[in-house]
């Protein structure tokens, strides 16, 4: 875990990596959750004895949309910022699902701030870029340019 002393410290860091999180298994489980949370069951994501047979990788391959849903949680694990009164997820500019991720696999986020501009009430606008690393694979899963905004503690 990076830790920043404020979100002034962050100017510095534009254009730079800020880090990589832990490594998070795909498990059926956690696909099959995100298909009943979703209504997405189409069965390259869910039917075990079909893509056994039908898919390459032999196995069923998780939603391109909960690769990205894990974002956050990953990217938390990589940077925090002291005096920081909160952190919001403001949007997406760019989302591309460049591999599968075939069930059991490992991923982890490789983060990198890419541009930091001024925000209402005291915060700051990162555009950040992620890349969805796939154990083993010199191919991501996904590279996402993802916008989080930052408020400082202090007004």
Known sequence: ??????????????????????????????????????GDHQWIHLDTERAYKEL?????????????????????????????????????NRVRFTNSVYTGSRIRARLFLKALEPFKENGVQATLEIKMEIDGDSRPACVAETITVLFSATT
């Open 56 to 92: 390459s990788g032999g196995t069923t391959i998780a939603h391109g949309y909960l690769i990205v849903s894990l974002i956050p949680m990953l990217t938390s694990q990589i940077f925090t910022v002291k005096n920081n009164r909160k952190r919001i997820n403001y949007g997406s």
């Open 1 to 38: 875990m990076r830790e920043i002393g404020c979100i002034e410290d962050l100017h510095q860091l534009v254009g730079q990596e800020l880090g990589v999180s832990d490594w998070l298994v795909i498990d059926q489980e956690r696909i099959n959750k995100f298909a009943d949370a979703t």
